[in-house]
């Protein structure tokens, strides 16, 4: 739906915390949105940890939770994450084609259908 | 991140340990090391690669300095890795060449590891297990990480990618590098 704007009011948010740290008023004051929409921003910000909250008083600060190398560690974390899960079925899938292109080894049988 | 002597806003150090996935595959080690080797065009993430061009094909060159690198519709090859160890079928040792700017940086005290080592737990079983280290040195050399990530086609697009994984979705392509 507002997915575009969402995205750039989190390129804004993050633009304005790269300047320091700032609450949810004063984000929402620099934005033109609402309080309730920056906290959403802010949760998404949260769960991938680029942001993170810190208590002051009675408020809450959020200030960039990773920057520069930081970013970079996230980035090949997560870029790992789904790429080891993809060659675990790559492979999974090439063992199963070879079974079955193997009469007697393994444990399926080959079926007609994967006859020629 | 709750020590009270730390003040909201000042600079943290950075965390530059390994990254370390390691992931259980039902397939033998021969097979394992096969695919991840010879069929990485098969399974790596596609949306991966620098640049809007469109990838044909991802290849390892199967040698000690062999290049990794992707080709694109036009024929373009990039770079962005470097073979400095494989023993199939049990290791495979990548230098990475692609900094935090997303460019391509070959100088050699750039360039992170990525150690994949492959341990059979049976005839059918395998554990794979990838270690990305040494990323400080990507830091080497004019801060060009922090730079490059600061800038808008560095930061707000890793931004980008970052929401859309924490929502879901399949990361958007990295533009403005081809």
Do not use: N
């Not at chain 1, 004051?29 to 910000?45: E, G």
């Not at chain 1, 200030?63 to 090949?76: H, K, Q, S, T, V």
């Not at chain 2, 080797?37 to 991966?48: I, K, L, M, Q, R």
């Not at chain 2, 230098?95 to 700017?101: E, K, L, N, R």
């Amino acid at each position: 739906m507002a997915s575009a704007l969402g995205d750039g009011t989190r390129q804004s948010i993050v633009e304005l915390l790269a300047q320091g740290p700032r609450s949810v008023g004063e984000l929402a004051a620099a934005l033109p949105v609402t309080r309730p929409a920056v906290s959403l921003h802010l949760k998404v910000l949260r769960d991938a940890h680029l942001v993170q909250a810190t208590p002051v008083g009675t408020r809450r600060v959020y200030r960039l939770d990773a920057e520069g190398l930081d970013l970079m560690r996230i980035y090949l974390d997560r870029l790992w994450a789904g790429a080891l899960d993809r060659f675990a079925e790559a492979a999974e899938a090439a063992h199963a084609a070879e079974r079955a292109a193997t009469p007697g080894r393994g444990r399926t049988r080959p079926s007609q259908e994967d006859q020629p | 991140m709750t020590d009270p002597t730390v003040t909201a806003g000042a600079p943290t150090a950075s965390d530059l340990t390994p990254v370390v996935r390691q992931v259980d595959v039902a397939a033998p080690v021969d097979t394992c090391f096969r695919v991840f080797v010879d069929g990485f065009a098969s399974w790596w993430p596609p949306e991966h690669h620098l640049g809007e061009r469109t990838i044909t094909d991802f290849i390892i060159e199967p040698f000690v300095g062999g290049r990794c690198y992707d080709i694109d519709t036009e024929g373009g090859e990039c770079q962005w890795g470097t073979v400095l160890a494989i023993e199939p079928p049990a290791r495979l040792v990548l230098a990475w060449h692609i900094q935090g700017d997303w460019t391509v940086d070959l100088d050699p005290a750039r360039q992170s590891e990525a150690e994949v080592v492959f341990t059979a737990v049976d005839a059918d079983h395998t554990t794979v297990r990838m270690e990305h280290r040494r990323l400080e040195r990507h830091g080497a050399g004019a801060g060009g990480v922090r730079q490059g990530i600061s800038s808008d086609e560095g930061w707000t697009v890793l931004l980008d990618r970052f929401a859309d994984v924490a929502e879901g979705r399949a990361p958007r392509p990295i533009p403005g590098h081809g």
